[in-house]
């Protein structure tokens, strides 16, 4: 079978059917390095060229730069993809992080601005970024609502919430998808939040397929690549998540695919109802990604696979420990 004959996917009860990959825009918006915005239009047109019809960005992605970068890779045509938005997480002029603002007044402000710097009527997920402790899901969710009722919102998504959240957020308007990170040396959404989202007819768009890459062997660019900060890139925790990624790479050579193929198809096997979003930030980090489409593993090889790299090994959180603890995913 061709990626191109590849069964759609459905954002849950009440979203829209997907390709079996979308594509994930942070990454060319200078968050792990220097990037070309000519490479990335271009990515993001061999993607949607290839049929993937799903882009995932935020507001805060370059403050601003992943929008408008998406904006302009939009007009090839409109009706082409799906748009995915987070907002909410607030960023000073230096890039500094300041929290996350939920409340109606600023979903609503935040909305209006993407879709200008978008360049469009209506987004097609709208989701917060994070959960705001001083705002109740059901405020923040509300706000959506009012959005999808004028028509500047079509579904509404989750990102990085837990189990209790995100029924308490179904409550008040049908939820299409939860966007989290989900790996195989990050499989704590397993325990609980996969269990509720099957429970409530919700999908899951997941991120960090490859650690950030830990698992494809990138290795940190310098100065800007905020990887350096995280506890699973730092010092001994490195090398020991290294040789879990060595074995991944062993395995994958032995099917004669590679790992970034091998660790797309294990989260695509997982679950029909999970979405991968694959941050490409090239033509070519795309092309290698769909291959993915064409591996099929069965129960026996999944289950060795997870064997041969269990996530408990893996060193280091995948957050530093404040943003850890703010987590409402991780509690």
């Known amino acids: 079978m061709t990626t191109a004959t590849k069964p759609a996917r459905r954002?849950?009860?009440?979203?829209p059917s997907v390709f079996p990959l979308a594509l994930g825009c942070?990454?060319?918006s200078g968050i792990y390095g220097?990037?070309?915005?000519?490479?990335s239009v271009a990515t993001i047109h061999a993607a949607i060229d290839a049929g993937v019809n799903l882009l995932d960005t935020g507001d805060f992605y370059g403050m601003g730069h992943s929008e408008m970068l998406v904006g302009r890779a939009l007009r090839i045509g409109r009706d082409e993809v799906l748009l995915s938005v987070k907002f909410g997480a607030q960023r000073s002029p230096s890039g500094a992080w300041m929290g996350f603002d939920g409340r109606p007044a600023a979903v609503k402000t935040s909305l209006a601005y993407s879709l200008r710097r978008l360049g469009v009527d209506y987004i097609d997920i709208y989701r917060p970024?994070?959960?705001?402790?001083?705002?109740?899901?059901?405020?923040t969710i509300g706000a959506i609502a009012d959005m999808v009722k004028e028509g500047y919102v079509r579904h509404i998504g989750l990102s990085e919430m837990g189990a209790d959240t995100i029924r308490r957020a179904a409550s008040v308007h049908p939820i299409s998808d939860l966007q989290i990170e989900y790996a195989l040396i990050s499989r704590s959404p397993e325990a609980k939040i996969f269990p509720a989202l099957?429970?409530?007819?919700?999908?899951a768009t997941t991120y960090g397929t490859l650690s950030r890459g830990l698992l494809s062997g990138s290795p940190l660019t310098g100065k800007g690549?905020?990887?350096?900060?995280?506890p699973r890139f730092s010092g001994d925790n490195l090398a020991q998540n290294q040789r879990l990624a060595a074995r991944l790479a062993e395995i994958a050579g032995?099917?004669?695919?590679?790992?970034?193929?091998l660790a797309i198809a294990w989260v695509l096997a997982k679950q029909s109802w999970i979405v991968p979003v694959i941050g490409a930030r090239t033509r070519a980090q795309v092309s290698e990604s769909l291959g993915?489409?064409?591996?099929?593993?069965t129960a026996n090889e999944i289950a060795e696979i997870e064997a041969a790299i269990p996530a408990e090994k893996v060193a280091g959180t995948r957050y530093d420990p404040v943003q850890m603890k703010n987590l409402d995913s991780e509690k």
């Open 11 to 15: 954002l849950g009860q009440f979203g």
């Open 26 to 28: 942070m990454g060319m």
């Open 34 to 39: 220097a990037t070309d915005d000519g490479e």
């Open 129 to 139: 970024a994070r959960l705001d402790p001083n705002v109740p899901i059901e405020d």
């Open 198 to 203: 099957e429970e409530l007819g919700i999908a």
């Open 225 to 230: 690549d905020y990887r350096a900060h995280l």
């Open 254 to 261: 032995d099917r004669g695919i590679t790992p970034v193929q």
């Open 292 to 297: 993915a489409l064409d591996v099929n593993l």
